[in-house]
């Protein structure tokens, strides 16, 4: 009876552990048709918003599109997730974003980042090592708006779409863009 009983816990156990594996990947593709979604509904908005955009983005080797939230109080801080496309073989790379930085800022808000990599070479040092330091000093008060870029510049054209939200801040900040390996 004891034997039976622990080859029934054993088993149940066991079964719980694949379940969860397999309600973890039910999480990740749920999560990756949400990323992108909100990547179609970007670009969608910066073809609307600069058209120009669109003959680059078709010229272009691969984009990535991410959404970001951002808090400052003094020091500031955000991340998010996103999308990076090979144009030539259509892979999809998920992946996270973090930022921090030091400075004055007071506020928060919601923001879509969209590159376009001129070629392949800068997409994946891009993809694989993703580091892009900044400094800024910007004001969102409210309103909607959209960075506009023409032409690339040293392989990549950056757009940045600021949702509500009021933020001021004059800061040096750095972000880094990694892949998700739960997501991929």
């Known amino acids: 009876m004891k034997k039976?009983?622990?080859v029934f816990l054993i088993g149940a156990l066991a079964s719980l552990s694949f379940a969860s594996d397999g309600n973890e990947e039910v999480k990740a593709a749920e999560r990756r048709a949400k990323?992108?979604?909100?990547a179609e509904e970007t670009l969608e908005q910066l073809f609307r918003e600069a058209p120009g955009s669109k003959k680059m983005y078709k010229d272009a080797h691969g984009y990535a599109v991410f959404s970001n939230v951002k808090v400052a109080l003094l020091v500031s801080g955000g991340g998010g997730s996103g999308v990076a496309v090979d144009h030539d073989s259509g892979e999809r790379t998920y992946?996270?974003?973090g930022t921090a930085g030091v400075g004055l800022g007071l506020g928060g808000r919601?923001?879509?980042?969209v590159f376009l990599f001129e070629d392949g070479k800068t997409f994946d040092k891009f993809v694989n090592k993703g580091?892009?330091?900044d400094t800024s000093a910007n004001?969102?008060?409210?309103t909607a708006g959209a960075g506009v870029a023409s032409t690339f510049n040293n392989g990549i054209a950056i757009y940045q779409f600021s949702e509500k939200?009021?933020?001021a801040q004059a800061e040096i900040a750095?972000?880094?863009?990694?892949?998700a390996d739960k997501l991929n």
Not at 35 to 38: E, K, P, Q, R
Not at 174 to 179: C, E, R
């Open 4 to 6: 039976l009983l622990f």
């Open 35 to 38: 990323i992108d979604a909100v």
């Open 95 to 97: 992946m996270k974003m």
């Open 110 to 113: 919601k923001y879509q980042v």
């Open 131 to 133: 580091w892009q330091a």
């Open 139 to 142: 004001a969102t008060a409210g």
């Open 165 to 167: 939200g009021l933020m």
């Open 174 to 179: 750095g972000t880094k863009y990694w892949k």
